[in-house]
């Protein structure tokens, strides 16, 4: 069974940092994207950022370019989110999803971290 | 304002077909696969719809996805009362260099 558990949410005050992580288990790991989507408080999805399975092509949401950064430890079945610089609009709940690359889909999604950006 | 535009609500009687939009441009469903997923109340989103029409292994075959130019649409059938929830489509865009989703659309079963 396919399971991603994310863990490292917290309350932050703006400007502050965050790292997110996320336990992959019950597929192999190193051989997909996976990606982070997040989701206001009552609003809809919006994708974060991707990275594929050798760390080779990454991309980021204009919104978090040059503040975010996407790591993964295939060793350890963890994906990582490195939060900078972070924004009240950065408050949401972060999930972490395995993605299937052509075509394009989303085919697990973990249960969710909220991460709270206020003063 | 979301990339891909769907109505933000709709609603139909139990055991009728409703269907839901995704309005998109030559940069993202016009070139290439849309997906939808289903937010139940409180959960995380799940893979409905890939490929613009398949179904992943589990999901019921009262799902079905079509696509046409730059847009798509998600056709429920047969409604039920636990098919109320948030439908969300996607798909990469080009230009963009990122995955891009719809609004989301709340399903009511009436």
């Known amino acids: 069974e396919v399971q991603l558990v994310e863990s490292g949410g917290d309350l932050v005050q703006p400007g502050g940092s965050l790292r997110l992580s996320c336990a992959a288990s019950g597929f192999t790991f190193s051989s997909y994207w996976m990606h982070w989507v997040r989701q206001a408080p009552g609003k809809g999805l919006v994708w974060v950022s991707r990275i594929n399975r050798d760390w080779s092509s990454i991309t980021y949401a204009d919104s978090v370019r040059g503040r975010f950064t996407i790591s993964r430890d295939n060793a350890k079945n963890t994906l990582y989110l490195q939060m900078n610089s972070l924004r009240a609009e950065d408050t949401a709940l972060y999930y972490c999803?395995?993605?299937?690359?052509?075509?394009?889909?989303?085919?697990?999604w973990g249960q969710g971290i909220l991460v709270t950006v206020s003063s | 304002q979301s990339v891909l535009t769907q109505p933000p609500s709709v609603s139909e009687a139990p055991r009728q077909r409703v269907t839901i939009s995704c309005s998109g441009s030559?940069?993202?469903?016009?070139?290439?696969?849309v997906s939808w997923y289903q937010q139940l109340p409180g959960k995380a989103p799940k893979l409905l719809i890939y490929y613009d029409d398949l179904l992943p292994s589990g999901v019921s075959n009262r799902f079905s996805g079509s696509k046409s130019g730059t847009s798509a649409s998600l056709a429920i059938s047969g409604l039920q009362s636990e098919d109320e929830a948030d439908y969300y489509c996607a798909a990469w865009d080009d230009s963009l260099n990122g995955v891009v989703f719809g609004g989301g659309t709340k399903l009511t079963v009436l």
């Open positions: 030559s940069s993202n469903i016009g070139n290439n696969a």
């Open positions: 999803v395995r993605g299937l690359d052509t075509p394009m889909a989303l085919d697990y």
